[in-house]
């Protein structure tokens, strides 16, 4: 490909670039200009008065449709609709489709399908960005593939390597992944590649997320280890502009479904705001949370910016002898999941967590959601307030806002094109406890310092560093001249044979 290539201009993401095509797919005789948002709508699928409303009619043998009715999906919503007769075709798929509308199960049934008609195991392998997200893949997948006996493995970071590749070696039916795990994996084991030698389906889940150029390198060792022959599908809420590239590659190869219409979020879901001095956030956040119980509020998730203020907010709440459990990413895994477990189940109404919990979590009960920290962008705001009304449902989100988070919160109105609305609270009763919210401030403060929490931070920062400069330097050394790259086995290419077209 020439250095002078115009299509260049529109590959943001580096696997589409010389240095990992050798050569431009056939079927792209002239490049294509980057979609724009106006335009967007024009290429959505359209939708029919006869759309296909019940799972028989999508395709779906007996015994799917009857884990669907178990499992209270009693229609199948438009993403499913149009997706799963396409993969149950053999087509490669891009769906984009809001926060809560079903994503999963338009790809996991008609996966499930095909194994039920030739069983074997790696049969399908789903990346997603976030443990917290591949454990509720993984769930999903065994309830939906409950009659099947399914045998299905998480393997993510945090757990023991030695076990997970021993589960690789046995050949489950399902494989979900984080990135960066399954790339160790694969490299550390010789012998486990050939596991993937038949896989017949490659998921791409949250695809705005593991397309990002941080998982090119753990990309790179994934798709070298996936035969060519084999379907491809990318699911998203969020457009990128990698995802965009794909769809213009891939021309009419792969089948597009687009319900996506910008960075909106559902009109079931009530979203206000507190604007408050820095210095009382905790006491506002104490007090709403006082009345959740008075309000009907079930469970709620407050979202912070950081691991440091995760955990010192949990300490605080601690101390005032509310339940709550905290997720971020220096828990160890199993404290995570724990952590999942406990609110989950309703034994602790109330989750702290960072962004690691913003993607796909589907938690029914979740009526309620908080920004303790308003989110730096404004998609980060709209899967956050994601987390709750959900599948029709009705939901809250209420951000504590600042002085300083004014712009971010008008950014945020722009984008998701409507106003936050006043929440109402008497100033007097909120500031009622405001000593006794000072003090167990300062002794949780105290506890963090006594168990060394900040100490752990440096350690772990300093370990994040070493590890991103000796990944920087992998990089440099792949994109040598002499080194070939990813070359047509490696990369994430598109298929022209005919009957297996588009994403490869």
């Known amino acids: 490909m020439d250095a002078t290539d115009p299509l260049e201009e529109t590959r943001p993401f580096s696997l589409f670039s010389s240095k990992y095509l050798k050569k431009r797919p056939a079927f792209i005789s002239s490049p294509t200009k980057t979609l724009i948002p106006e335009e967007e709508g024009k290429n959505r699928k359209p939708f029919s008065s006869n759309d296909l409303e019940t799972f028989e009619e999508l395709g779906l043998s007996e015994w799917a449709t009857q884990t669907c009715k178990e499992l209270g999906m009693k229609k199948a919503t438009p993403v499913q609709q149009h997706c799963v007769p396409q993969i149950l075709k053999g087509k490669d798929v891009l769906g984009l489709a809001e926060t809560g509308s079903g994503k999963t199960a338009a790809f996991a049934l008609p996966i499930l399908q095909k194994l039920s008609e030739n069983p074997y195991g790696v049969f399908s392998l789903v990346i997603t960005p976030t443990r917290e997200l591949a454990y509720q893949l993984a769930e999903q997948f065994r309830a939906l593939g409950s009659s099947l006996h399914l045998r299905c493995t998480v393997v993510v970071g945090g757990m023991d390597m030695i076990t997970q590749a021993k589960a690789l070696m046995q050949r489950p039916h399902v494989v979900v992944a984080t990135p960066g795990r399954i790339k160790v994996l694969l490299t550390a084991n010789p012998e486990l590649p050939a596991v993937f030698s038949k896989t017949r389906f490659l998921v791409l889940d949250e695809a705005d997320r593991v397309l990002d150029v941080g998982f090119e390198e753990e990309l790179k060792v994934i798709f070298q280890s996936l035969p060519k022959e084999r379907q491809t599908l990318l699911f998203s809420a969020t457009m990128t502009n990698e995802l965009r590239v794909l769809h213009e590659l891939s021309a009419d190869r792969a089948y597009f479904y687009q319900a996506y219409e910008g960075l909106k979020t559902v009109e079931s879901l009530k979203q206000q705001y507190v604007f408050i001095p820095v210095n009382v956030k905790d006491v506002y956040l104490t007090h709403i949370l006082s009345t959740m119980e008075d309000n009907g509020i079930r469970s709620a998730i407050i979202f912070v910016s950081s691991c440091r203020t995760c955990h010192l907010v949990s300490l605080l709440l601690e ?4 339940t709550a459990v905290a997720l971020h990413s220096y828990k160890s895994q199993s404290l995570r999941l724990a952590a999942l477990n406990r609110f989950k189940s309703g034994q602790a109404p109330i989750l702290l967590a960072t962004d690691v919990a913003g993607r796909g979590l589907d938690i029914p009960t979740v009526d309620l959601v908080i ?17 709750t009304a959900r599948a029709g449902r009705g939901g809250q989100a209420v951000s504590l806002v600042t002085q300083n988070d004014v712009c971010l919160v008008h950014e945020i109105e722009a984008v998701v094109g409507r106003q936050l609305e006043e929440f109402a609270c008497k100033e007097k009763e909120v500031l009622a406890d405001i000593t006794k919210v000072y003090k167990a401030k300062r002794v949780a403060m105290m506890r963090m310092v006594d168990d060394g929490f900040d100490e752990k931070m440096k350690q772990r920062k300093a370990q994040t560093l070493r590890t991103l400069a000796e990944k920087e330097q992998l990089i440099v050394l792949a994109h040598e001249p002499d080194c070939t790259g990813l070359g ?6 598109f298929n022209h044979k005919p009957g297996n077209e588009g994403l490869a």
Do not use: F
Request: proline share 7%; no cysteine; net charge negative.
């Open 488 to 493: 047509e086995a490696g990369s994430l290419q």
């Open 371 to 387: 920004n303790y920290d308003i989110p730096r962008y404004p998609r980060d705001y709209v899967h956050r307030v994601g987390r």
């Open 319 to 322: 101390e005032l002898e509310m």
